[in-house]
Nanobody, 124 residues
Framework: QVQLVESGGGSVQAGGSQKLSCQVSGSTARRLCMGWYRQIPGKEREAVARIDINDRPQYAGSLEGRVTIFRDNAKNTLNLEINNLKAEDTGMYYC???????????????????WGQGTQVTVS
């Protein structure tokens, strides 16, 4: 059973940066389709960034240029760096994972099987 535990959230001033980490257990991060999602108050959960099993990233249009998603294979983690944080980035950030399909394809949208509990990012 894959388990995901996020860390790195907290309070940060606008214009600052934050690094979020997702510790993977029960599997190997580099073999999973993975992603970061966020839930902003009053809005639906949205994708922030995703990465496939070939380490190809995909970023949400509204955040592209400010975020970087990457794995640390030695630590078996998925990470997200967010730069130039804005007040509207405040929300709960979730790590998600899924096994790739038989051809290596990753799920569409937010159809991921495994989710962490989330880590709160507050920008003021």
């Amino acid at each position: 059973q894959v388990q995901l535990v996020e860390s790195g959230g907290g309070s940060v001033q606008a214009g600052g940066s934050q690094k979020l980490s997702c510790q993977v257990s029960g599997s190997t991060a580099r073999r999973l389709c993975m992603g970061w999602y966020r839930q902003i108050p009053g809005k639906e959960r949205e994708a922030v960034a995703r990465i496939d099993i070939n380490d190809r990233p995909q970023y949400a249009g509204s955040l592209e240029g400010r975020v970087t998603i990457f794995r640390d294979n030695a630590k078996n983690t998925l990470n997200l760096e967010i730069n130039n944080l804005k007040a509207e980035d405040t929300g709960m950030y979730y790590c998600a994972a899924a096994e790739a399909g038989w051809a290596g394809q990753c799920p569409d949208g937010s159809d991921y099987a495994y989710w962490g509990q989330g880590t709160q990012v507050t920008v003021s």
